[in-house]
Antibody, heavy 123, light 108 residues
Framework: EVQLLESGGDLVQPGGSLTLSCAASGFTFNNYAMRWVRQAPGKGLEWVSG???????YYPDSVKGRFTVSRDNSKNTLYLQMNSLRADDTAVYYC?????????????????WGQGTLVTVSS | EIVLTQSPGTLSLSPGERATLSCRAS???????LVWYQQKSGQAPRLLIY???SRAIGIPDRFSGSGSGTDFTLTISRLEPEDFAVYYC?????????FGQGTKLEIK
């Protein structure tokens, strides 16, 4: 059974930093692309980063230069380093296992999700 | 970027009724690469449908997806109490792989 367990969410001040982790089990981790998705309170879903099984990364403009995604295939763990946090980064952050080793046309959808971790950016 | 517009924003129905949710794309979605997710209150999303019409593992057959090109539909044939949730579509044909804004299915 696929399991994804996020951790690291916290209350942080504007301009601060935070690192999220996602521990994966139940599948061959390095065979799948992984993504972080966030959901602001009462809002919809937004991709915030992605990384292929081979390490290629993706960021939307909203977080480019501030967020860094990485993975440790030996530990079956996905990370999201978030810097220069802003109030509009407040959200539940989910990690998601994608449909293939790279998030390309035909496979870039999330077939498994973690339970999420809450990041609150506020003074 | 492909914009996905879901309608209606909120759908009020009773258990046992049929639900029809729409997802319209601003341009044609490659090879019907469209999924539907269900998100219950306080929970993570769950994959329901991929490839526009294929049910994910463990999804009951009362859920069905259809459509191609720019118009896609999620149908729930007979609503159960546990089906009241928010539903999102997402296209994975052309990067960036965008989400719709969601349809809330609520109990009437």
């Amino acid at each position: 059974e696929v399991q994804l367990l996020e951790s690291g969410g916290d209350l942080v001040q504007p301009g601060g930093s935070l690192t999220l982790s996602c521990a994966a089990s139940g599948f061959t981790f390095n065979n799948y692309a992984m993504r972080w998705v966030r959901q602001a309170p009462g809002k919809g879903l937004e991709w915030v980063s992605g990384i292929s099984g081979g390490g290629a990364t993706y960021y939307p403009d909203s977080v480019k230069g501030r967020f860094t995604v990485s993975r440790d295939n030996s530990k079956n763990t996905l990370y999201l380093q978030m810097n220069s946090l802003r109030a509009d980064d407040t959200a539940v952050y989910y990690c998601a296992k994608m449909g293939g080793r790279s998030c390309s046309s035909g496979s870039c959808y999330a077939n498994n999700w973690g339970q999420g971790t809450l990041v609150t950016v506020s003074s | 970027e492909i914009v996905l517009t879901q309608s209606p924003g909120t759908l009020s129905l009773s258990p046992g009724e049929r639900a029809t949710l729409s997802c319209r794309a601003s341009q044609s979605v490659t090879s019907s690469y469209l999924v539907w997710y269900q998100q219950k209150s306080g929970q993570a999303p769950r994959l329901l449908i991929y490839g526009a019409s294929s049910r994910a593992i463990g999804i009951p057959d009362r859920f069905s997806g259809s459509g191609s090109g720019t118009d896609f539909t999620l149908t729930i044939s007979r609503l159960e109490p546990e089906d009241f949730a928010v539903y999102y579509c997402q296209q994975y044909g052309i990067s960036p792989y965008t989400f719709g804004q969601g349809t809330k299915l609520e109990i009437k």
